[in-house]
């Protein structure tokens, strides 16, 4: 008969698990799918059902065969992992290239260091990255909501972050004209202006939102990350803007590209970042400041995937020099 064991007090007991949180965070982003699934039709949805189809497929076949090990793919993350790759992927993606991203996200990112708990990089991130860098042409070409013709043949073209990248570099703030106003690019309305829609998650920063409010009141996740994150950005942006009126307002920054996704539910993973509250608020405000300045001063139009990805990698470091207290700790006498 097993006995039972009981181990030394104090005791806790709640019901938050690696199931619960994985779905929790699934459910979240349901908003975002349905607005890019609306905006960009087939096309987003084949790229997303490829994409998780690839990480869930390469996860099982990778601990099964490689690792010789029981696959764990009800815990969610391998469905995660595909759905962040896919939404920071253009909708008229080739398939090929989309497979590729989900091997490098799950064999590399992840499986090569053990697998979920032990990644220090975000996988989706690491797999966005890499294709970007591997296949520019495709990775940057936007269509154009509300013009698309099939999945394979839309009409593209620049996104506002490209705008407003153009505007810095020839120094003219009359072409940030071009940019649609703050209130539809929150709903995701850019077609108005004819401009590339972005990536899938990008599209409505509105149904993000949504998604945060809802893990927020789950306790997924707390809101040191995302606010430390969008408040650097809204006040670097706000003094670049008001020094000089070729860098975009804070809203318009705040609301282009990948900020927010990337804000909201690839920096908050909990792999990848800082343990403690304080470490969390650098974290954030070090991806904020980062991704302001690849956006204006480096040579993509886009720097959050890249900042994330740096943060990740000081992410022991902070977890080394802000500690918790110890449960019943005294503080030491001056």
Same mark, same amino acid.
């Given at each position: 008969?097993?006995?039972?064991? /009981?181990?030394?007090? =104090?005791?806790?007991?709640?019901? @938050?698990?690696?199931?619960?949180?994985?779905?929790?965070?699934?459910?979240?982003?349901?908003?975002?799918?349905?607005?890019?699934?609306?905006?960009?039709?087939?096309?987003?949805?084949?790229?997303?059902?490829?994409?998780?189809?690839?990480?869930?497929?390469?996860?099982?076949?990778?601990?099964?065969?490689? %690792?010789?090990?029981?696959?764990? #793919?009800? @815990?969610?993350?391998?469905?995660?992992?595909?759905?962040?790759?896919?939404? +920071?992927?253009?909708?008229? *993606?080739?398939?090929?290239?989309?497979?590729?991203?989900?091997?490098?996200?799950?064999?590399?990112?992840? &499986?090569?260091?053990?697998? #979920?708990?032990?990644?220090?990089?975000?996988?989706?991130?690491?797999?966005?990255?890499?294709?970007?860098?591997?296949?520019?042409? !495709?990775?940057?070409?936007?269509?154009?909501?509300? !013009?698309?013709?099939?999945?394979?043949?839309? !009409?593209?073209?620049?996104?506002?972050?490209?705008? &407003?990248?153009?505007?810095?570099?020839?120094?003219?703030?009359? %072409?940030?004209?071009?940019? =649609? @106003?703050?209130?539809?690019?929150?709903?995701?309305?850019?077609?108005?202006?004819?401009?590339?829609?972005?990536?899938?998650?990008?599209?409505?920063?509105?149904?993000?939102?949504?998604?945060?409010?809802?893990?927020?009141?789950?306790?997924?996740?707390?809101?040191?990350?995302?606010?430390?994150?969008?408040?650097?950005?809204?006040?670097?942006?706000? *003094? %670049?803007? %008001?020094?000089?009126?070729?860098?975009?307002?804070?809203?318009?920054? #705040?609301?282009?590209?990948?900020?927010?996704?990337?804000?909201?539910? &690839?920096?908050?993973?909990?792999?990848?970042?800082? &343990?403690?509250?304080?470490?969390? $608020? $650098?974290?954030? $405000?070090?991806?904020?400041?980062?991704? /302001? /300045?690849?956006? @204006?001063?480096?040579?993509?139009?886009?720097?959050?995937?890249?900042?994330?990805?740096?943060?990740?990698?000081?992410?022991? #470091?902070? +977890?080394?020099?802000?500690?918790?207290?110890?449960?019943?700790?005294?503080?030491?006498?001056?």
């Amino acid at each position: 008969m097993d006995k039972l064991i /009981v181990s030394l007090s =104090p005791h806790a007991h709640g019901t @938050d698990s690696v199931e619960r949180n994985m779905w929790g965070v699934i459910i979240a982003l349901i908003p975002a799918l349905l607005v890019s699934f609306a905006f960009f039709g087939l096309g987003s949805v084949v790229v997303c059902l490829t994409s998780v189809a690839a990480c869930v497929f390469f996860e099982w076949a990778i601990t099964k065969y490689m %690792l010789k090990e029981e696959p764990t #793919l009800t @815990d969610g993350s391998a469905v995660i992992t595909g759905l962040l790759l896919g939404m +920071n992927l253009p909708s008229n *993606l080739p398939l090929w290239i989309i497979i590729i991203g989900a091997l490098v996200a799950i064999g590399v990112a992840k &499986m090569s260091f053990g697998g #979920l708990g032990h990644n220090p990089f975000n996988p989706a991130l690491v797999g966005r990255c890499f294709l970007l860098v591997s296949f520019p042409a !495709q990775m940057t070409s936007w269509p154009v909501i509300g !013009q698309l013709t099939s999945y394979t043949d839309a !009409q593209t073209g620049a996104t506002p972050l490209a705008v &407003m990248k153009m505007a810095i570099k020839n120094n003219d703030a009359s %072409l940030l004209n071009q940019l =649609p @106003d703050a209130f539809s690019m929150l709903i995701g309305n850019t077609s108005a202006a004819n401009m590339g829609g972005g990536a899938l998650g990008e599209v409505c920063a509105l149904a993000l939102i949504i998604g945060l409010c809802f893990m927020l009141w789950r306790k997924i996740i707390t809101w040191h990350i995302p606010v430390s994150i969008l408040a650097t950005v809204l006040v670097f942006t706000g *003094l %670049l803007h %008001l020094a000089n009126p070729v860098y975009a307002n804070p809203l318009h920054e #705040l609301l282009s590209g990948g900020l927010m996704l990337g804000a909201i539910f &690839m920096a908050t993973d909990y792999v990848t970042s800082p &343990m403690t509250h304080k470490g969390q $608020i $650098i974290y954030g $405000i070090a991806i904020g400041f980062l991704t /302001v /300045v690849i956006r @204006d001063w480096g040579s993509y139009p886009e720097g959050m995937s890249f900042a994330i990805l740096i943060m990740n990698g000081f992410t022991p #470091l902070i +977890n080394h020099y802000i500690k918790p207290k110890r449960f019943g700790e005294v503080p030491a006498k001056k």
